[in-house]
Each structure stands twice: as structure tokens, then as C-alpha cells.
């Protein structure tokens, strides 16, 4: 099992493989963030940022900055379940710039986009949409090849995080498994 200090292998494939995955994962639930503000396009602003990445585009600044414009959106979203959905789409955006370490911290950038994204359809739970269980299935059978991999060459999910927290454990064991 790695350690905190040890560095992993990283490419830029998995990197933009992760980043993918985040952009969808968070891509599902920007109706959520945009119901309450749909003049407010920085949660979406991240995804597309992300998307660009991961097929192909340049890791740049104007990315980083989408990241961080989706998080403050979080704190002006109408709603929890919209928070966390601004919440996926920064994580999706910030999803490009994971440190090739081993630490469980790493474990949070590469499912953080999906974690935040199941919390947002939680907390927006309604007759006809899908319940937990069936999105964390969904988000492990979506979940690419690279993914796994990387997940493999991390140590386990980090304690602590709140209910984000618990799902972010919960998806990696299930990836894991």
C-alpha cells in the first residue's frame, strides 16, 4: 500500500481520462445549480472547461480559474443540493490539476466531481429520480479504466468530509472492489 510521501505514476491520458469522468459526472446535475440561477453559467463555465481538457485541450490558468469560479458559485446557490452541484463542477474543473502523490487527499480530487454530484441528486430527491445506491452504481460502471487505476496506486479514501465524505468512501471501495 502507498504512503503519503510516495509519489505515483501519472499520465496525461489518465489525467484527462479522470477529468472526463468528472466533467460527466458533473454535467448530470448542472440542471440542479441552474434551475435556481439560470443566468449564472460559472458551474458549467468548469464543466465545458473540463470537457476541453480532457479531450485534448491545454491544462491553462483560464481552467484553474473556472474551478474556482464554480466553488464561490456554490456559496450563492439557491440550495444545498444546487451548492453541491456547483461544488462537482469545480471539482470537475480542478479534476486536471491532481498531484501525482500517493495521498488519500488525492482520493477526493479524483472523485470529488461524483461524490458532489450524488450529494446534489440526494439533496434534490425526488419522486422519479434516481436514490443513492442506483447513482453510485452508475457512477462505478461509468467510471473509466483510468479511474481505477489511479485509485489503485492511492491509499484509501480519507476519514472525515461529512456526508460528501461517507460517499466519496463508499465510491472508492465500490471501484476498488
Known amino acids: 500500500m502507498p504512503t503519503d510521501s510516495d509519489?505515483?505514476?501519472?499520465?496525461?491520458?489518465?489525467?484527462?481520462?479522470?477529468?472526463?469522468?468528472?466533467?460527466?459526472c458533473a454535467r448530470t446535475v448542472l440542471p440542479i445549480y441552474e434551475g435556481g440561477l439560470p443566468a449564472d453559467t460559472r458551474p458549467r463555465d468548469a464543466v465545458d472547461a473540463a470537457r476541453i481538457f480532457a479531450e485534448g485541450g491545454p491544462r491553462t490558468n483560464r481552467l484553474r480559474q473556472s474551478a474556482w469560479a464554480a466553488y464561490k458559485a456554490a456559496a450563492g446557490a439557491e440550495s444545498p443540493g444546487a451548492a453541491d452541484a456547483a461544488r462537482s463542477a469545480s471539482?470537475?474543473?480542478?479534476?486536471?490539476?491532481?498531484?501525482p502523490k500517493a495521498s488519500a487527499h488525492q482520493v477526493k480530487h479524483v472523485l470529488g466531481a461524483a461524490a458532489h454530484a450524488l450529494r446534489a441528486r440526494e439533496l434534490a430527491a425526488t419522486e422519479g429520480r434516481p436514490g443513492v445506491a442506483e447513482s453510485l452504481d452508475r457512477a462505478r460502471r461509468d467510471a473509466p479504466a483510468a479511474v481505477t487505476a489511479v485509485l489503485g496506486r492511492l491509499p484509501g479514501a480519507p476519514s472525515?468530509?461529512?456526508r460528501v465524505g461517507e460517499i466519496i468512501r463508499e465510491l472508492d471501495a465500490l471501484l476498488r472492489d
Open 7 to 24: 509519489r505515483i505514476e501519472l499520465s496525461d491520458d489518465e489525467l484527462r481520462e479522470i477529468a472526463g469522468y468528472a466533467a460527466d
Open 91 to 99: 471539482h470537475a474543473a480542478a479534476a486536471a490539476f491532481l498531484h
Open 160 to 162: 472525515g468530509g461529512g
